[in-house]
């Protein structure tokens, strides 16, 4: 039952386990099992529980508002779990409408929508090893992270055409994702939606993992798969904005409770959503502990937090007339940068090793700066310049890309401002923007090619890695969420190649400390030349930091880098590098292997006492094209 210090955090917006109180939970009163139900509804007139379990007449289970709080609760004897529910909310206005619940960790497979009474803390995980160690991971900081993006109902499916279940996940999904070398898949929302076309990015339950592929025990063995074979789960969260679907939380209690009142500041026009109102404590304490309980409760390792930008500012999106400026007279959501600081220092101090990732879109400062340094406090930043500049540059027919060479380089100009991950993510492949194979100019053969060559300078370039699924095997159409990856591309020996690549990147890149272990130092990275634009060629080392004790022959550890961007073999190109002697070959995208033409340097190149570049040694390389070579010192 909720006692007056569960009500006082509460209020407060300071309560970050209610979860653990709000909802339905099968619980033992007074020596009488049965399920507790409370909810957060400050203005109703009256609120009835309603389900199976008694012909959905509200009138046989009222609750009761307790102290004037605003919060609601009963306790229905002899109900277990498995029944549905809803609230039957008379509200202020006077209407009566039945919601879900709020808090609810199970729903009905959509299209219905009731809630179910669903307690799943019986799990019995088989991630120890992993959990134990995650504190220690310093959130994957100083640590290889490539991360494969999944929408889980469209990555593979039956012959029948049914998605699959998240068992039916942990047996094909796992393995692969594993094979492929990435160290982490991150799930487009799993949350519960009413709309599939949402992609899950609408949330009516914020608690329950979509009933779609299984129950909440269900998922938990998935994301239980993933940890036993070494690999991190990642959530997509969305706590910017949610559905106007009249059982979700929109006008809860006949009020704008959840939302703001003023449409000027409460509803995304793009997306046809209201907008949370992070001034309200216990609308505060509803997403952190949702945070909170996905961390804790699902052992996820890290949230991908949706369209910040759009929480950050009050005129996104907007005309001018159309916002309503902060109390001095600003564009910047006061609420919500206060929020998302709370929310990071949270995640910080009591959900050890896991990290939150922002996506956001502008040039706000700080993003990954500590909140007491003044920042917002997320690991990690999205680095959409980067992405946009690298798909802007790459789209471009070789022949005029000399002209936009400072596409290529300009991200090292800020690369160190925050700490980055690489994504070409979902959005990138939808709604007219073509696949990421389609995308490349030039035949068959130079736009797979071009994308070699693309995902190669990805993984040397600082910054963790994120592919959407699909862009692994060249995908020829868009990403469809109501259908499966093309698979059958697999049988051209191209796209096997493609993906190949994909796999060789991750093996190299987690066996070369030199590729990730300075990510955020300037001192792991400098250009060997960045301005051959008449080539349209690049070249920089990467090197590892200077750690020490066993792990001090690090310090001379760094590789060589070399791409092409145009379909032109450049051959006895002078390159100076750190050290003389052999280079070995690491990785050639133009290797047959790969669906290339099989130019390259043989597997080794040897440097020359000859100046160049600003070093006294230089090698003699062939580029290949539309070429990106990775080369190792033999020291």
Known sequence: MLTGFDLHLLGEGTHFQAFEKLGSRVIEHEGVSGVHFAVWAPNARGINVVGDFNNWKGRDHPMRMLQQSGYWETFVPGLARGANYKFEVLGADGHTVLKADPVARYFETPPRTASIVWNSEDYEWGDADWMDTRPKKDRWLHRPMSVYEVQLGSWQRSPDGRVHTYREMAERLVPYVKDMGFTHVELLPVMEHPYTGSWGYQVIGLFAPTSRYGTPEDFKFLVDAFHRAGIGVILDWVPGHFPKDQHGLARFDGTALYEHSDPRQGEHQDWGTLVFNYGRHEVRSFLLSNARFWLNEFHIDGLRVDAVASMLYLDYSRKEGEWVPNQYGGRENLDAIEFIKQLNMLIDRDCPGTFVCAEESTSWPGVTRPVHLGGLGFTYKWNMGWMHDMLDYTKEDPVHRKWHHNKVTFSMMYAYSEKFM????????????RSMLDKMPGDVWQKHANLRSLYGYMFVHPGKKLLFMGGEIGQWREWNHDWQLDWEVLGDPRHAGLQRWVRDLNRVYHAQPSLW???????GFSWIDCNDNQHSIIALTRKAGRPTGEQANRQTEFLVAVVNFT???????????????????????DAEVYGGSNIGNQGRVTAEKKASHGYDFSLSLTVPPLGFLLLKANN
């Not at 690489?422 to 923007?433: A, M």
């Not at 450049?570 to 995208?589: H, I």
């Open 517 to 523: 272990d300075a990510d955020f130092d300037p001192a």
């Open 567 to 589: 379909p032109v073999p450049r051959r006895d190109y002078r390159l100076g590098v750190p050290l003389e002697g052999d280079y070995q070959e690491l990785l050639n995208s």
């Open 422 to 433: 690489l994504p070409f993510s979902h959005d990138e492949v939808v709604n007219g923007e």
